[in-house]
């Protein structure tokens, strides 16, 4: 899952800086959901598989495998239409070389801040609310040159996620959240 949120990152970025029609910005974004469903069912299916046998099982060997296939398949199949949509665009992205660039030297800090706040290393917690103050301000330069508010929204929304879930992985805040 943390691959697809930093992929989605990626597309948010990348939608809210070319300038797409309203069939590519629909494909994008269902593509995203839509890879978010697939691992979402796919995880919820391994643990099923999981609660219901402890022993090796040839069949709950293939029901995992067949599950995370499924992924890859529509994780490859993204990945086509993603790079149709470039391709088709490819006059616009050259022609928006320069809004390109700046989006880019923005969106690459807000990137990187998410695939920290998304990794297993342990850190203090001010280090996760200072990679949120970082990623904020990189998402609050996006705006000015923003193609699209729906894809910035998005990359917005996806920062917070990994914030989020950042926090949700230390004990501490478990106990803040029940206390109050």
């Not at 199949?77 to 949509?85: D, L, P």
Request: with cysteine; glycine share 6%; net charge positive.
């Amino acid at each position: 899952m943390k691959i697809h949120v930093v992929g989605a990152v990626l597309v948010g970025l990348v939608g809210s800086t070319i300038p797409l029609g309203l069939a590519e910005k629909v494909s994008l974004i269902f593509c995203v959901l839509l890879m978010f469903f697939s691992e979402i069912l796919n995880t919820s299916l391994e643990a099923l598989v999981d609660l219901h046998t402890e022993d090796f099982r040839e069949l709950a060997k293939t029901t995992k495998d067949t599950a995370a296939a499924s992924v890859l398949v529509l994780a490859i199949g993204t990945v086509v239409i993603f790079a149709s949509i470039v391709v088709y665009n490819w006059s616009s992205i050259v022609a928006s070389a320069w809004t390109i660039v700046r989006q880019g030297l923005v969106g690459a800090p807000l990137t990187l801040a998410v695939v920290v706040l998304l990794g297993a290393r342990p850190r203090p917690s001010w280090v996760d609310d200072l990679l949120l103050t970082i990623a904020a301000v990189c998402w609050a330069l996006l705006w000015p040159a923003t193609v699209s508010w729906v894809f910035t929204t998005l990359t917005g929304m996806l920062v917070v996620l990994a914030w989020r879930a950042a926090k949700q992985r230390r004990p501490d805040w478990h106990q803040r959240e029940r206390a109050g």
